[in-house]
């Protein structure tokens, strides 16, 4: 079994930024890859972010490739989502999810286990 609360969302202006965090419980934290989700109202939840056990490996939806970054702290049993330049299309609560192994996947199937969401909003 794995506990996973995640933190960090807010309300911020178009341009600005937010970091994500998902602290993480139960089993060892490197033994399990984590991803970030999100749902945006009226649409279903998509991949955003992934990051294997170790952190060497790392994978983004195309449209968040080079705003945002995922990173974990294994000592800390933390994941982190630092998210810059945020866009109003960007709105959704985000998830945080601890997959099955290792290894970093983009598909939400091979996520066992989801964090309660937080609610990112972003302003024009």
């Known amino acids: 079994q794995v506990q996973l609360v995640d933190s960090g969302g807010g309300l911020v202006q178009a341009g600005g930024s937010l970091r994500l965090s998902c602290a993480a419980s139960?089993?060892?934290?490197?033994?399990?890859?984590m991803g970030w989700f999100r749902q945006a109202p009226g649409k279903e939840r998509e991949f955003v972010a992934t990051i294997s056990g170790s952190g060497r490996t790392t994978y983004y939806t195309d449209s968040v490739k080079g705003r945002f970054t995922i990173s974990r702290d294994n000592a800390k049993n933390t994941v982190y989502l630092q998210m810059n330049s945020l866009k109003p299309e960007d709105t959704a609560v985000y998830y945080c999810?601890?997959?099955?192994?290792?290894?970093?996947?983009?598909?939400?199937?091979?996520?066992?286990?989801w964090g309660q969401g937080t609610q990112v909003t972003v302003s024009s």
């Open positions: 999810a601890a997959g099955r192994d290792a290894w970093a996947t983009k598909t939400s199937d091979a996520y066992d286990y």
């Open positions: 139960g089993r060892t934290f490197s033994s399990y890859a």
